[in-house]
């Protein structure tokens, strides 16, 4: 993994809510005397159900509620690389009871690289903590002729400009931007196929209509152990 920039070999998940949901909740609490939470939680995650951040933010909310004695209800809203997602975070209304659950990508990399985003994440919510960072992997399917990186630079180089596909959770994800810089570092010409979410990218794996793809470390390990995919980067 040293090959790769180690900027991009992270996603760093960040629990996030709208700036006007922080100043609503203070003034609820001034006025009324409600203490918060009085009613359960929503908690919108940009990604399906089984994904990596899904997983760990199940985990996260578990425990939160338990700490607030409120329920926090996970909210998947996949696509668009989180653009979905942030796009209702910051619709939501501003009374602390809606949270988003959001990584790097669909907040850092969305904001330079969508110039036409109806919402400003810098603006329009507030970072609240970094509750974790999970590894992403490059993975290929078992019939793929390479068992390390320099063997898929090799393989890749060999065949014909855009013989091969590659797919990522979305255009702008962490994945995406790591096979870019690592095209242009090793001089590869492979097509990008952005999916929704990783469990189509998985399924599209198995049933051999895609044989690259970078995806999350934790959602991928099962079946990277039972040999159904082969870990390369």
Known sequence: MSFLPRLLQRRRFLAVMGAAGLAGTTGVRAQAQVA?????????????????????????????????????????????NGILAADQ????????????????????????????????V???TVPIVQVG?????????????ARTL????????????????????????TGHLVMEWLKARAGLDLRHVPYKTMPQ????????????????????VPLIKAGRLRALA
């Open 36 to 80: 918060w939470p009085s009613r359960p939680i929503r908690m919108i995650v940009p990604s399906a159900a089984g994904s990596g951040a899904d997983l760990l933010c199940r985990l996260f909310s578990d425990a939160l509620g338990q700490a607030l004695l409120q329920p926090v209800v996970v909210d998947n809203k996949p696509g668009a």
């Open 201 to 220: 990218i998985y399924q599209d794996m198995q049933g051999g209509n895609i044989q690259i793809a970078w995806v999350d470390v934790s959602s991928s």
């Open 89 to 120: 975070l910051v619709r939501a209304q501003p009374d602390g009871y809606t949270l988003g659950w959001m990584s790097s990508s669909s907040t850092v990399v969305n904001q330079a690289v969508q110039p036409n985003l109806s919402f400003d």
């Open 122 to 124: 810098t603006r329009d």
């Open 133 to 145: 960072a999970g590894g992403i992997v490059l993975v290929v399917t078992p019939d793929f002729p």
């Open 150 to 173: 320099q063997e898929f630079i090799g393989v890749v180089k060999a065949e014909p400009a855009g013989r091969f596909n590659y797919a990522s959770w979305g255009m702008g994800s």
